[in-house]
């Protein structure tokens, strides 16, 4: 061990004539260790929430959207959606219908959205149907008397009150047309399947039935409202839904799922910058308190100082003990804080240990993804902070002129 390092560790154990600079010491360990704590938890909530609902919102809807622009329908989807799916970077293609209805049981009614859908293409688009709370996918194949086959997001048959096998109504504003009045499009639906997304707004108010069912109760023979597309990665939305606009010719817009939840995200990012700004300032606070403690020390060691100088101790050294005593004083508080915000992370995500209403939040719980390089910042950034406080005290003891301090002892 080389002698400024020896120096500093050793003024770290030994103990202080005067007590204050002892505590300022600790507290200034306990902050840093605060701050960084604080952090790794802000930053791996921050995380959690984006990649939760990232994830969420990537199985319930498609990566690329395309769509008519004139919102007449699509037609010729399935040879359109063939020819497309043969493109760079698109994995699986989709056709589907949506529609905006109102859904009954009993006397509960609640307006949903319903879209119709093709199972066995539908699944290598999204993976909210790949695994029901009940039922299967299948059974949007099966086929009832006076009825068609409709699959209910969780909170949804919870709300209308129904289980598996049960029937429900559902009503189309586009009805028949009689002499006094247009009587509503109507049809039952047999529940085949529930699904529990995850996610509140989609268990709460979607339901899924065929594309064919859905066809013929909103009165659109052989038209799609949407062809969905999967791509090999996701943040290359942006450049593949060009070439697939062009591939599709004149009268078609393509929409990405950065674009369907831009606002989303970029309230997150800013929230997350905001955290760590605000966050930050306990870092501050606790370099300010490892800046009165080398003063104070600088002023209690001066006699020390002047014999070490004496003794053949250059300015450069006494300078390098006292800024490695600083860094020091931050560096066992950064490894503290890392220790302790990343268990408690592992901890919270693991065991789910902090609920969340789901109607608010749209998870159920906080969840926590402490990610290795947010800790590798964090740690930089504590030890920079703690690395400037230690500047002037310890210029301030390189300076000192062991004559003067010498000269009356």
């Known amino acids: 061990m080389n002698f400024e390092l020896f120096m500093a560790l050793r003024y770290l154990r030994a103990k202080r004539r005067q007590a204050a600079i002892s505590i300022i010491t600790v507290i200034s360990v306990l902050g840093v260790m605060a701050g960084v704590c604080a952090l790794v938890i802000a930053l791996a909530v921050s995380s959690g929430f984006t990649e939760e609902l990232e994830q969420h919102l990537l199985g319930v809807t498609a990566n690329i959207n395309l769509l008519r622009t004139e919102n007449d329908g699509i037609r010729n989807y399935d040879e359109l959606a063939e020819r497309l799916g043969r493109l760079p970077h698109v994995v699986a293609s989709a056709p589907s219908l949506y529609g905006e209805l109102l859904i009954s049981h009993g006397a509960r009614a609640q307006g949903i959205y319903l879209k119709g859908i093709e199972p066995a293409k539908e699944v290598k688009v999204g993976t909210m149907l790949q695994h029901l709370s009940e039922g299967s996918l299948a059974g949007l194949s099966e086929t009832f008397p006076d009825a068609d086959p409709i ?32 009587v509503p499009k109507f049809r039952h639906f047999h529940v085949v399947g529930i699904f529990d997304s995850g996610f509140f707004d989609f268990d709460s108010s979607w339901a899924f039935t065929s594309l064919a069912a859905a066809q013929r109760l909103l009165d659109l023979a052989d038209v799609a409202s949407v062809i969905e597309f999967k791509i090999d990665n996701i943040y290359r939305a942006p450049q593949v839904a060009e070439k697939i606009k062009q591939a599709a010719g004149k009268g078609f817009d393509a929409s990405t799922w950065i674009e369907q939840n831009h606002s989303l995200f970029s309230a997150m990012r800013l929230e997350r910058l905001v955290t760590v700004l605000t966050i930050g300032l306990i870092m501050v606070v606790a370099a300010l308190n490892i800046f009165i403690a080398l003063v104070m020390m600088v002023m209690e060691k001066n006699r020390d100082i002047a014999v070490l100088m004496s003794m053949g101790a250059r300015q450069r050294q006494i300078w390098a003990v006292f800024t490695l005593h600083g860094v020091a004083i931050g560096g066992l508080g950064t490894a503290l804080g890392l220790i302790l915000g990343y268990s408690i992370s592992w901890l919270g995500n693991t065991y789910k240990l902090f609920p969340l209403q789901a109607d608010v939040y749209s998870l159920s719980w906080v969840p926590f993804h402490a990610h290795a390089l947010d800790g590798v910042w964090i740690a930089a950034a504590a030890l920079t902070i703690s690395f400037l406080a230690t500047l002037y005290p310890s210029l301030s003891a390189a300076k000192l002129n062991p004559v003067e301090i010498l000269r009356y002892e």
């Open 151 to 182: 699959i209910l997001g969780k909170d949804l048959a919870k709300t209308l009150g129904v289980d598996m096998g049960d029937s429900v109504v559902v009503t189309s504003p586009q009805g028949y047309l009689t002499p006094l009045e247009i």
